[in-house]
């Protein structure tokens, strides 16, 4: 509770679509505005996938680069850019890991593999051991995409393979069908477990799906982890009810963790905490 709240905005995904959120970004410009009203709503992180000139998920170079130059247009160099390497189900690994490239200051890290809905999600392990390595070899924190507890034995076993470096920072995705659940009892057992094992200076944060989105985030905020929200994860504001912008999501949590007492990151103090 006394660490601040970073808040991380998952803008767009790979997986959400305008049919089911109308006002979701998927245009550099709309992707640099929205990243801009989630900053200014205390958004710390940008959580970025990026979207081609047809809207379809891609990976590529070009469109990563168009995207990061609108948001840096409107944030400057504050907001910390954390890109996607899980891009789309189905993608393939060497298009996942193309925008590491671009040196970010961050980027995820997909441990395992996992239903995905009616779709795999794909993370073999010679590829989660190549992908860490392409990370590292660029200079960029990663973030561990943890669906279920396996996960983050396996990200233990990494460890002690010398594979994966400590601090580590979790994100504990729950509500994907095919991963682990977003009851709160999943959280409670997956932070005891990891904080059981962390180094000092690791962290935590959970993106909750569809209507876990609010509980989780609440519940972190209190038990001292960090928070993701955005269009990625939930379109909705409450039930029945589309949010009007990932802003909106943004502005509830932060709401939230100043009635409950703790304070949002800046992004600095997001750096800080990182390691970045
Ligand atoms: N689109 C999901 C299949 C990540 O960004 O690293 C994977 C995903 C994870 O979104
Ligand atoms: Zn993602």
Redesign the pocket.
């Known amino acids: 509770m006394d660490q601040p709240l970073i808040i991380t905005c998952a803008i767009t995904?790979?997986?959400t679509t305008k049919a089911q959120q109308p006002a979701l970004p998927i245009t550099p410009q709309e992707q640099g505005q929205a990243a801009k009203e989630a900053m200014d709503a205390g958004a710390s992180v940008i959580?970025l996938?990026v979207r081609d000139a047809q809207g379809k998920p891609s990976q590529n170079l070009e469109d990563f680069k168009k995207s990061i130059a609108e948001i840096k247009k409107r944030c400057g160099e504050e907001i910390v850019i954390q890109i996607?390497?899980?891009?789309?189900?189905g993608e393939s690994i060497a298009n996942r890991a193309r925008p590491l490239t671009l040196k970010p200051e961050m980027a995820?890290l997909?441990i395992g593999t996992l239903n995905?809905g009616d779709d795999v999600?794909m993370n073999a392990p010679k590829d989660v051991e190549g992908m860490a390595a392409q990370i590292y070899s660029n200079g960029v924190v990663p973030e561990l995409?943890l669906y279920e507890v396996g996960h983050l034995e396996s990200a233990y076993r990494l460890l002690k393979k010398g594979i994966l470096k400590e601090p580590f920072h979790v994100q504990f995705v729950l509500g994907v069908p095919g991963g682990m659940s977003g009851e709160v009892e999943n959280l409670v057992h997956f932070a005891r477990f990891f904080e059981a094992r962390k180094s000092k200076e690791s962290s935590w944060a959970v993106a909750g799906v569809g209507r876990y989105q609010l509980p989780l985030a609440t519940y972190a905020i209190l038990m001292g982890g960090h928070v993701r929200v955005g269009f990625?994860d939930n379109v909705f504001y409450r039930k029945g009810e589309l949010a009007k912008s990932n802003a909106q999501l943004v502005e509830r949590v932060s709401r939230l963790a100043k009635e409950l007492g703790r304070q949002v990151a800046t992004p600095e103090q997001a750096r800080k905490i990182l390691g970045i």
């Open positions: 995904g790979a997986e959580h996938h996607s390497t899980g891009g789309a189900v995820s997909n995905f999600f995409e990625e």
